[in-house]
């Protein structure tokens, strides 16, 4: 059964950093765009980054591009999100994802993905 666990997020402060992790189990990532969204506090829901297969290509939002950072190992069959400069308004629940229905970074999220339960990232002082 496939399940995507998110961890590393907390409390940080405003310039500080997190790293994301996404542990991917009853599915093997190697064939997969992967990605993460986050999704605040009465906001919608709002893609961060996306990475195709092998890694060979990255694309993020531009609120986030040169901050984050998304990378892969399928070896491990996890894939993390790098976050430096952490902003307030950053702070969201961050989710991973996989596509199951698509193969591309032209969205960088969309409802035909597959994501967990979300991990809580706080930017505050």
């Known amino acids: 059964q496939l399940q995507l666990v998110e961890s590393g997020g907390g409390l940080v402060q405003p310039g500080g950093s997190l790293r994301l992790s996404c542990a991917v189990s009853g599915f093997p990532l190697d064939d997969y765009f992967l990605g993460w969204f986050r999704q605040a506090p009465g906001k919608g829901r709002e893609g961060v980054a996306c990475?195709?297969?092998?890694?060979?290509?990255?694309k993020y939002a531009d609120f986030v591009t040169g901050r984050f950072t998304i990378s892969r190992d399928d070896a491990k069959n996890t894939f993390y999100l790098q976050m430096k400069s952490l902003k307030p308004e950053d702070a969201a629940l961050y989710y991973c994802t996989i596509q199951l229905a698509r193969s591309d970074c032209d969205r960088l999220w969309s409802q035909d993905d597959y994501w967990g339960k979300g991990t809580q990232v706080a930017v505050s002082s």
């Open positions: 990475i195709s297969r092998r890694g060979s290509d990255t």
